[in-house]
Every structure is written in structure tokens, then in C-alpha cells.
């Protein structure tokens, strides 16, 4: 299947204005030390898309990443609608079209290191393997593939059992029922894929640490058994740290994802608050907050003292829980309006916008969300922004941005909302100098 037309809804017709738009946006990056995308120049493509004559400019949509960078990017694929089963046997076709979208849109972006969350996943890493080695890796409509040969992903608590009734509706079993809310196993699943080794190793993993072990937490008072109380995991899916080789210098890739708070499973509200609490303190467990903490391999603790690490994927945070509305329940009003990821001293958050002509606020498009900083769009012209690259404080970041074309720039056709196999998110991306890494690798 191609996917010609999803990248190229129209021609470029691009007026006198448009092109100043172009010139002012190679100028900007320029002036702030970002590596310019030039808008003609003979030796582009980079990052890596064909220049025909009548395609709009790639420049328009995404940076072209500079050598000495690491780029590090996130993705909701949104492909959990299907079991691993099914998921699995519609990608050995080698034409699934959601996974032409999102492995299009990951070639565009040409990042060196790629979180993909919203992925159904099997137990053996089939589903992991076929979307990398068939999709990824193989070039869509004329892109290059990836080669991001080093692949890690574990277990997800979205969908897995828990042996218990966690919903309250006097049934065992349901989707509501789930470790982490799911209606078929691995439903939420994350994969991090990279150009440059992983230290598996030191891989940690954070999927069973329980909720009612974390001090001070938040657990509701709904549930009636010891049980109900002992199950649950903080995680909805996961935490993982994933060390990154980058010469002799290390930097850990803290890898999450939260399964969206539901109206029909109380719960996930009162859990999100302390997803949010277990992140911010894994990252700053040099200053204490994470002495609790304990890995599936049961080593204790947060992140060591000096660590450089970023953050990438859809966490559960504040939007999350402000997305519920007036119907939560008073306490997660009041979490909604504190930031313990993004006010961390550790973190810093490069406030990445689309690479555009058109910025998102000026379009006269319903679909476009409400902020600059959206990666999702929502009913009635709303947004939220659900994916994250947050550097930590001490890493110096050369560029940050979200592909999100207009409708007729490049890649527009790859975040056409009346596509059905477009994922709902969009790519987020920041470029880190690899010299500001620390060196404990």
C-alpha cells in the first residue's frame, strides 16, 4: 500500500508570504544555534524524504537533525485496538496501514532514539519485531528506513489479570478488572527502539511495584478486601529505565505511559495522581524522594546521583487528570492543578511546537487543538498535550519541536483526522548535544 497520498494531500502552491514564513523560521533556528532546514537545497533530503517538484517542502514540517545531536522521540502509535494475535498477523501482511502511518511519520522525523507507546504487545516480542524489521526499518512512499536495531520492551500491566474485582461491578474479569485497564492483554504497550546500544543489563523496570507500597499514597478508600488493597500496581502499564550507550558517555532513557483515567474505574483517577508522584521522584532519587522505590528485580531506590536522563512517552500528568472534568472527585481537582513532573528542579521542558508555515493557533481547523504545545486533539477544537520529551536540567538542548503539519505541508496527510489509520497523537521530538551527557557509562 502506499502511502503517497497520505503524505501529499495537495500540491504546494506556497504564496510570497508563506515562502518569508519559511526564510523567518530558517532565520529563528539559526539565531537560537538549531541546525537550519533548508527550503531548496540540492543536497536535501535530510531527514531523509525525496525533493520532487510537486511535493510540498519537508522543511516546512520537520528539522533537519544535526550529527552531532542525539534525537530523542516519542509516539503514541495507537495501535491498540487489536490483540497481539490479531495485530501480530495483520503486520506479517506487510501492508497494515496504521503501521505504514506511524513508521512514515517516525522516518520523517529521523530520530535516534523512538519510545512508541499505544502498541498492543506480545510476550515474545513478535509484534515489537515485525513493526521494526517490516515497517521501520523498510522505507514508506520513498523515505528511508530506520535503522534502529537495538529494541527493548517488557510486560505492560494494561489488560493482565489481577484476580480480583477492581472495578466493583461484583464481577471478576472484566476489562475493568485489569491491573491496568485493558480489554485484551499488553493492550498499552511501549517499545523503545534506538540507533546506539542498550545496557540491558542495567535495565530497570518498575511494573510490579505495588500501590499500597508507596508512602503517603492515594489509594481511595473503595476498596472493601485486603486483596482489592494488596493487588494493584502503581503502573497502569509501566516505568522503565533504559540505560543508553552513547560512546563513553551514558544517558537513561525513562520510559512510561499511563492508560487514560476512566469514568467507569474510579481508581485510575486516584492512580494517575501517583504515577505522576513515582516518575518525579524515580528522577530525582539522588535527593531522597525515591528511597522507596523498588524494581521488579528488587533493587531499591531512584535514579543515581549525576545520572543524565530524559523522559519520553505519555505519562499520566496534570492535563490527564483535568481531562476528567468536574465529575472527579475532589481530590484529583486538586492534584490536577499541581505539576510535580514539569515544576521538578531536574527537569526542563523544551516547550516544543510544530514545524510549520501555519502555527496551530492561527488554523482554521477544528482538529488543530487549542495550544501550541498540544500533541493531541480533542472534541470541539480542543487539545491536550499527552506526550513529553522533558530533558533533565543539566543537558543542553539544541531543538525540541511536534510534527504536526497544515494541510498542505509535508507529512500533512499523516495527521489527517479523517483518516481512520492515523494515530490520535502526534510525534514529539527534542534534540540533545551529545556532549553535555554524563560520562558513567
Not at 501492508?95 to 522525523?109: F, K, L, N, P
Not at 483517577?269 to 521488579?296: C, H, K, N, S, V
Not at 494515530?423 to 527534542?430: A, E, G, H, M
Given at each position: 500500500m502506499s502511502l503517497g497520498p497520505r503524505l501529499f494531500r495537495t500540491p504546494v502552491r506556497r504564496s510570497p508570504a508563506a515562502g518569508a514564513a519559511v526564510t523567518g523560521l530558517v532565520a529563528a533556528l539559526a539565531l537560537t544555534g538549531a541546525p537550519a532546514a533548508q527550503a531548496t537545497h540540492p543536497a536535501y533530503p535530510a531527514p531523509g524524504q525525496p525533493l520532487h517538484t510537486d511535493q510540498s517542502d519537508p522543511s516546512t514540517s520537520?528539522?533537519?537533525?544535526?550529527?552531532?545531536?542525539?534525537?530523542?522521540?516519542?509516539l503514541d502509535a495507537g495501535l491498540t485496538a487489536r490483540d497481539a494475535e490479531t495485530l501480530l498477523a495483520d503486520l506479517r501482511d506487510g501492508?497494515?496501514?496504521?503501521?505504514?502511518?506511524?513508521?512514515?511519520?517516525?522516518?520523517?522525523?529521523d530520530?535516534?532514539?523512538?519510545?512508541?507507546?499505544?502498541?498492543?504487545?506480545?510476550?515474545?516480542?513478535?509484534?515489537?519485531?515485525?513493526?521494526?524489521?517490516?515497517?521501520?526499518?523498510?522505507?514508506?512512499?520513498?523515505?528511508?528506513g530506520l535503522t534502529l536495531e537495538h529494541v527493548f520492551t517488557a510486560e505492560s500491566n494494561s489488560g493482565a489479570g489481577s484476580g480480583t474485582d477492581l472495578d466493583g461491578d461484583g464481577r471478576i474479569g472484566g476489562a475493568g478488572d485489569r491491573l491496568g485497564w485493558g480489554s485484551h492483554p499488553g493492550q498499552e504497550g511501549m517499545i523503545v527502539l534506538s540507533s546506539v546500544p542498550i545496557d540491558r543489563?542495567?535495565?530497570?523496570?518498575?511494573?510490579?511495584?505495588?500501590?499500597?507500597?508507596?508512602?503517603?499514597?492515594?489509594?481511595?478508600?473503595?476498596?472493601?478486601?485486603?486483596?482489592?488493597?494488596a493487588v494493584p500496581p502503581v503502573s497502569s502499564t509501566s516505568l522503565w529505565d533504559v540505560p543508553l550507550e552513547i560512546g563513553r558517555q551514558r544517558l537513561h532513557l525513562v520510559a512510561t505511559a499511563s492508560t487514560a483515567p476512566r469514568s467507569d474505574r474510579r481508581i485510575?483517577?486516584?492512580?494517575?495522581?501517583?504515577?505522576?508522584?513515582?516518575?518525579?521522584?524515580?528522577?530525582?532519587?539522588?535527593?531522597?524522594?525515591?528511597?522507596?522505590?523498588?524494581?521488579?528485580?528488587?533493587?531499591?531506590?531512584?535514579?543515581a546521583a549525576g545520572s543524565s536522563f530524559v523522559v519520553a512517552g505519555a505519562p499520566a500528568t496534570a492535563e490527564t487528570l483535568a481531562a476528567?472534568?468536574?465529575?472527579?472527585?475532589?481530590?484529583?481537582?486538586?492534584?490536577?492543578?499541581?505539576?510535580?513532573?514539569?515544576?521538578?528542579?531536574g527537569v526542563q521542558d523544551p516547550e516544543p511546537r510544530?514545524?510549520?508555515?501555519?502555527?496551530?493557533?492561527?488554523?482554521?481547523?477544528?482538529?488543530?487543538?487549542?495550544?501550541?504545545?498540544?500533541?493531541?486533539?480533542?472534541?470541539?477544537?480542543e487539545g491536550m498535550r499527552a506526550s513529553y520529551v522533558l530533558p533533565d536540567a543539566d543537558l543542553s538542548v539544541r531543538d525540541a519541536g511536534i510534527f504536526w503539519p497544515a494541510a498542505d505541508e509535508y507529512g500533512s496527510g499523516l495527521v489527517d483526522p479523517a483518516d481512520g489509520e492515523t494515530?490520535?497523537?502526534?510525534?514529539?521530538?527534542?534534540d540533545i548535544s551529545r556532549g553535555s551527557l554524563d560520562g558513567d557509562a
Open positions: 520537520m528539522v533537519a537533525k544535526d550529527g552531532e545531536d542525539l534525537r530523542v522521540a516519542t501492508e497494515d496501514a496504521a503501521a505504514e502511518t506511524v513508521a512514515a511519520t517516525a522516518q520523517i522525523a530520530p535516534d532514539v523512538l519510545v512508541l507507546t499505544g502498541v498492543t504487545l506480545d510476550e515474545q516480542g513478535k509484534v515489537a519485531e515485525a513493526l521494526n524489521s517490516d515497517y521501520i526499518s523498510h522505507g514508506q512512499s520513498g523515505n528511508r543489563d542495567a535495565v530497570r523496570t518498575f511494573g510490579d511495584f505495588r500501590w499500597v507500597q508507596m508512602p503517603g499514597n492515594s489509594m481511595p478508600d473503595i476498596f472493601g478486601t485486603p486483596l482489592q488493597r485510575d483517577a486516584f492512580r494517575a495522581i501517583d504515577e505522576r508522584r513515582m516518575l518525579a521522584d524515580y528522577i530525582a532519587g539522588a535527593a531522597g524522594q525515591g528511597w522507596y522505590l523498588r524494581d521488579d528485580d528488587g533493587e531499591a531506590g531512584g535514579l476528567l472534568g468536574d465529575d472527579a472527585p475532589s481530590a484529583v481537582r486538586e492534584a490536577a492543578e499541581e505539576r510535580p513532573l514539569l515544576d521538578a528542579d510544530p514545524v510549520t508555515d501555519e502555527p496551530v493557533e492561527e488554523r482554521d481547523d477544528e482538529h488543530a487543538g487549542s495550544a501550541p504545545t498540544d500533541t493531541r486533539s480533542l472534541a470541539g477544537g494515530p490520535q497523537d502526534r510525534l514529539v521530538w527534542t
